[in-house]
Nanobody, 116 residues
Framework: QVQLVESGGGLVQAGGSLRLSCATS?????MGWYRQAPGKQRELVAG???????NYADAVKGRFTISRDNAKNTVYLQMNSLKPEDTALYYC?????????????WGQGTQVTVSS
């Protein structure tokens, strides 16, 4: 069973920053950060391949940066210029390739709350 452990969430004012971390038990080609706000579907926020190619949802482009440390089996999400609409439960997961469905079991996630 692959373990995905998210951390780093918290309460921050609009315009602030947070850095999320996702520790995995093994390294996968494509790792993604997802979020789910109350009453909304879970969505892909950002993803990164093992070679460092990244993709972002339009809503976070220019504000969020995804990175990974393959030696540590850890993926990060640096979130800057946070907005109240970024409030959500954030999860990480893996895919075999970009466009694939998330393959792992969802973890507990880490809550991000942005106050106005």
């Amino acid at each position: 069973q692959v373990q995905l452990v998210e951390s780093g969430g918290g309460l921050v004012q609009a315009g602030g920053s947070l850095r999320l971390s996702c520790a995995t038990s093994i390294t996968f080609n494509y790792m993604g950060w997802y979020r789910q706000a109350p009453g909304k579907q879970r969505e892909l926020v950002a993803g990164i391949t093992s070679s460092g190619t990244t993709n972002y949802a339009d809503a976070v482009k220019g504000r969020f940066t995804i990175s990974r440390d393959n030696a540590k089996n850890t993926v990060y999400l640096q979130m800057n210029s946070l907005k109240p609409e970024d409030t959500a439960l954030y999860y990480c997961n893996y895919q075999f390739f970009l466009g694939d469905r998330p393959r792992g079991s969802w973890g507990q996630g880490t809550q991000v709350t942005v106050s106005s």
